[in-house]
């Protein structure tokens, strides 16, 4: 059974801060693994990643894959309120862009 | 929103009554998916479509069924909710960008089954 988990579940941190989310995954056939951002409605794509090594960015987050550790890492750094939501790890098994989803990390960013 | 909209937004039935909550989108993709999302286990994948008629199902299917009559259009029908059913759903598209392929959620149907 494909299984995807997130770690830590639950991150309070202080305004400022950096922080790393982690996600690790026993798949078969794994194609790609993506991160969202979910705040009160729909999550939204932040980084699709299929090769290993390679970090995307964009503006103070970024994510890298490890295909040998079967896991991925997103990183939030000089961390804002706006921060703060439910970070969805997923990744595609099998085809046909079906997504396994961990459980999530939900972060709070006190001011 | 990639042009995605679901109805309704928020529903509160009865046990043992059907329900049936619609996924419409705008921009002719093929792919489309249903989705549940329960406090513990991120979101699960209920069924998928890769085109008008062409349904399967994902890994918690049973007790819901789907149609997909034409591009647009994608149907979650609950035959006889339950309380286990209680959830939120939320429809998605697959687009492609280059090589890449993503999914993009609707704004989800807040579902509750008393």
């Known amino acids: 059974e494909d299984k995807v988990v997130q770690s830590p579940l639950s991150l309070v941190v202080h305004e400022g801060d950096t922080v790393t989310l982690n996600c690790s995954y026993e798949?078969?056939?794994?194609?790609?693994l993506l991160w969202y951002k979910q705040e009160k409605k729909a999550p939204t794509f932040l980084f699709m990643l299929t090769s290993s090594g390679i970090e995307k960015k964009s503006g103070r987050l970024s994510s890298i894959l490890d295909k040998k550790e079967l896991s991925s890492i997103l990183n939030i750094t000089a961390t804002q309120t706006g921060d703060s939501a439910i970070y969805l790890c997923a990744v595609e098994a099998g085809g046909a862009q079906k997504l396994v989803f961990g459980q999530g990390t939900r972060l709070t960013i006190n001011p | 929103d990639a042009g995605i909209t679901q109805s309704p937004r928020h529903k509160v039935t009865e046990t043992g009554t059907p329900v049936t909550l619609r996924c419409h989108q705008t921009?002719?993709?093929?792919?489309m998916y249903w989705y549940r999302q329960d406090p513990g286990h991120g979101l699960r994948l209920i069924h998928y479509?890769?085109?008008?008629?062409?349904?399967d199902k994902g890994e918690v299917s049973d007790g819901y069924s789907v149609s997909r009559s034409k591009t647009e259009d994608f149907l979650l029908t609950l035959e006889s909710a339950t309380s286990s059913q209680t959830s939120v759903y939320f429809c998605?598209?697959?687009?492609?960008?280059?090589?890449?392929?993503?999914?993009?959620f609707g704004s989800g149907t807040q579902l509750s089954v008393l």
């Open positions: 798949v078969t056939n794994f194609r790609s």
């Open positions: 921009e002719n993709h093929r792919y």
């Open positions: 479509s890769y085109g008008v008629k062409d349904t």
């Open positions: 998605a598209i697959s687009e492609s960008t280059g090589a890449d392929e993503k999914l993009f």
